[in-house]
């Protein structure tokens, strides 16, 4: 996993100015990549990030093995 932060857009005022509070997060071995900005907190950001990954990662086997039932089904 590779994190790296980038500064937040919106509202903050100065805030956004002078913190990097977003997190975008690339995992290596399969290219996804995700970015977390809603929260002031890089902590509260890495967290919500890491979340967005795993539930991408949910969502990637459940078509994986719908897509295997989908063509059982086919060649039944």
């Known amino acids: 996993l590779e994190f790296s932060t980038l500064r937040a857009s919106g509202p903050g005022g100065q805030h ?3 913190t ?3 997190v ?3 995992h290596r071995p ?3 990549s ?3 900005r809603e929260e002031r907190s890089q902590q509260q950001n890495k967290r919500l990030a ?3 990954l ?3 990662f949910e969502q990637q086997g459940k078509d994986q ?5 989908k063509q059982r089904w086919d060649q039944h």
């Open 16 to 18: 956004v100015n002078k």
């Open 20 to 22: 990097e509070s977003a």
């Open 24 to 26: 975008r997060l690339v």
């Open 30 to 32: 399969s290219g996804l």
């Open 34 to 36: 995700v970015v977390a």
């Open 50 to 52: 890491l979340a967005r």
């Open 54 to 56: 795993a539930a991408l």
């Open 65 to 69: 093995h719908a897509s295997a039932e």
